[in-house]
């Protein structure tokens, strides 16, 4: 069951530009989503979460926006930095779940 | 170090063979997580521990898989009869608790390649 989903297996962004990862979820349960970051050969690490109450959170370069009547959340990265090269998760999860569901994830290339 | 290891971080083996995946969660963290990560695809739950007891096994492929943790520390996962379609990424996370507002701390994971 993909509960949650990341459509764009890709991005490309000019370095300084706004990069936006979209992810959409299908069960109104969820309670937190969170952004993870994975480089190559090595595990995801946090980036940011936002709680269901609210509908945005900021963190330096990074904001994450929730629109729980779509069901749709997006990271945006600006102003975006080849070193933002990565790939980009979404995970979902609530107060009534053992576990987190993840996204297939957005391969985001920042081009100097 | 301060992260949590996994190991090995390859391993290539036979069709038919059996597997011990490791890992170390970050000291104190009760919460560990495992994952498998296919070619391509996103991260797929296996199994779940609170201290030793895994309340959610839901994620396991087969009774193929198996995991155990001790001490409420290390953590292994074993694979019995390895298939191809077993080989992955396999990933290890703890936190300090469990919470879906946990963010979790990830090793580099263990490539497994069944041949």
């Known amino acids: 069951d993909q509960q949650v989903k990341q459509n764009s297996p890709s991005l490309s962004v000019q370095e300084g530009r706004i990069s936006i990862l979209n992810c959409d979820y299908t069960?109104?349960?969820?309670?937190?989503f969170l952004w993870y970051k994975k480089y190559p050969a090595e595990g995801p690490t946090f980036l940011i979460s936002?709680?269901?109450?609210?509908d945005k959170n900021e963190d330096g370069r990074f904001t994450v926006f929730l629109n729980k009547s779509a069901k749709h959340l997006s990271l945006h990265i600006v102003p975006s930095q080849p070193g933002d090269s990565a790939v980009y998760f979404c995970?979902?999860?609530?107060?009534?779940?053992?576990?987190?569901?993840f996204g297939s994830g957005t391969k985001l290339n920042v081009k100097p | 170090g301060a992260g949590v290891s996994q190991s090995p971080s390859n391993k290539v083996t036979e069709k038919g063979k059996d597997v011990e995946l490791r890992c170390d969660p970050i000291s104190g963290h009760t919460a560990l997580y495992w994952y498998r990560q296919s070619l391509g695809q996103g991260l797929e739950f296996l199994i779940y521990?609170?201290?030793?007891?895994?309340?959610?096994k839901s994620g396991l492929p087969s009774d193929r898989f198996s995991a155990e943790r001790t001490g409420g520390s290390v953590s292994t996962l074993t694979i019995q009869r390895t298939q191809q379609e077993d080989s992955a990424v396999y990933l290890c996370?703890?936190?300090?608790?469990?919470?879906?507002?946990?963010?979790?701390?990830f090793g580099d994971g263990t490539r497994l390649s069944i041949l």
């Open positions: 996370a703890s936190s300090p608790t469990h919470g879906g507002n946990q963010p979790q701390h």
């Open positions: 936002i709680s269901s109450i609210k």
């Open positions: 069960n109104s349960m969820f309670d937190y």
């Open positions: 521990f609170q201290g030793n007891s895994a309340p959610d």
């Open positions: 995970a979902a999860s609530g107060n009534n779940f053992n576990k987190f569901y």
